[in-house]
């Protein structure tokens, strides 16, 4: 069963538009990591988080993890069609420090 | 340099079947990881190896299901009496260590008729 919510689950957006995709655990995160699917291909590594307030960013792509470490918000700005895809959260739950459990996705569209 | 590569991409069979899914990890990665994925799904994870040994298994369904390491580098998923329930994307992923991000391959898409 999936224990992570992503939300929301599609999303469509204009060229040059923000976004925000959201990723809850009822649970503390012992990691959370966001990675990003295109059809028919493995996961793109984005980015790790794993302090309570963390907030790290890449090219215009920023991802933060609250203090409680409960959730995390992945923010694109200045939307691109290439930024078109399933972005997925995953979460280190047990410590386990390998095993992780991830969200359904949240489809992204951009239309130019 | 080269990623995690998995063959074939691709594999239609029959139910009842045997089927055997390879994972080449990245060089020197010593962790290694098979997830599933089913349509709509994020990946479940299924096993974990350090080095030569699988260190959790405890994602694996049922004992149809077995993976090997034998040289600590490529691992094999098997999957035994194949079932229609079995049809999904098998994701492998490799790490330096664990506790590191972990690197996917293409998938597997498994399909049982």
């Known amino acids: 069963s999936q224990e992570l919510e992503q939300s929301p689950q599609s999303l469509i957006v204009q060229e040059g538009k923000n976004l925000t995709i959201n990723c809850t655990s009822s649970k503390t995160l012992y990691g959370l990591y966001w990675y990003k699917q295109k059809y028919g291909e493995g996961l793109i590594f984005l980015m790790m988080l794993q302090k309570g307030g963390e907030e790290k960013s890449h090219e215009k792509i920023t991802a933060k993890l609250d203090e409680k470490k409960q959730q995390s918000s992945l923010h694109i700005t200045a939307s691109q069609p290439s930024h078109a895809g399933i972005y997925l959260c995953g979460a280190d739950k047990s410590g386990s420090n390998y095993k992780l459990t991830f969200g359904k996705g949240t489809l992204l569209t951009v239309n130019p | 340099g080269a990623g995690v590569s998995q063959t074939p991409s691709n594999k239609v069979t029959e139910k009842g079947k045997y089927v055997e899914l390879r994972c080449d990890p990245i060089s020197g990665h010593t962790a290694l990881y098979w997830y599933r994925q089913s349509l709509g799904q994020g990946p479940e994870f299924l096993i974990y190896?350090?080095?030569?040994?699988?260190?959790?298994d405890s994602g694996l369904p049922n004992d149809r299901f077995f993976a090997v390491r034998p040289e600590g580098s490529v691992s094999t998923l098997k999957i035994q009496r194949t079932e229609r329930g079995d049809s999904a994307v098998y994701l492998c992923?490799?790490?330096?260590?664990?506790?590191?991000?972990?690197?996917f391959g293409p998938g597997t898409r498994l399909t049982v008729l």
């Open positions: 190896f350090q080095g030569t040994g699988a260190a959790d």
């Open positions: 992923a490799s790490s330096l260590v664990q506790h590191n991000e972990q690197f």
